[in-house]
Nanobody, 123 residues
């Protein structure tokens, strides 16, 4: 079993920055790729960014490239999503996910989900 706990969501003005975190636990979590997904009201859950715990594999959804940065701190078992230049359309619940394949972009293939953290970007 893998447990994922997100934190760091909140309310921010357009153009601002926010960082969300995902603390992972469980004896096998390092075997998984980690990813952030988001789900806005009335929309499907969509991939945002993915990373492997070891190595330099990282990928992003096109709309966040150049604005969002995903990173992993192996010592803290934590994955981060730094979000800059936020836009109102980034408003969503952001979910951390553990996926047993790369790239980790398909929500239907996620093995474990966190509970989600709300991000609201005001215009």
């Amino acid at each position: 079993q893998v447990q994922l706990v997100e934190s760091g969501g909140g309310l921010v003005q357009a153009g601002g920055s926010l960082r969300v975190s995902c603390a992972a636990s469980g004896h096998t979590f390092s075997r998984y790729a980690m990813a952030w997904f988001r789900q806005a009201p009335m929309k499907e859950r969509e991939f945002v960014a993915g990373i492997m715990w070891i190595g330099d594999l990282i990928n992003y959804e096109d709309s966040v490239k150049g604005r969002f940065t995903i990173s992993a701190d192996n010592a803290k078992n934590t994955v981060y999503l730094q979000m800059n230049s936020l836009k109102p359309e980034d408003t969503a619940v952001y979910y951390c996910a553990a996926v047993s394949r790369w790239p980790p972009g398909d929500a239907r293939l996620v093995n474990y989900w966190g509970q989600g953290t709300q991000v609201i970007v005001s215009s």
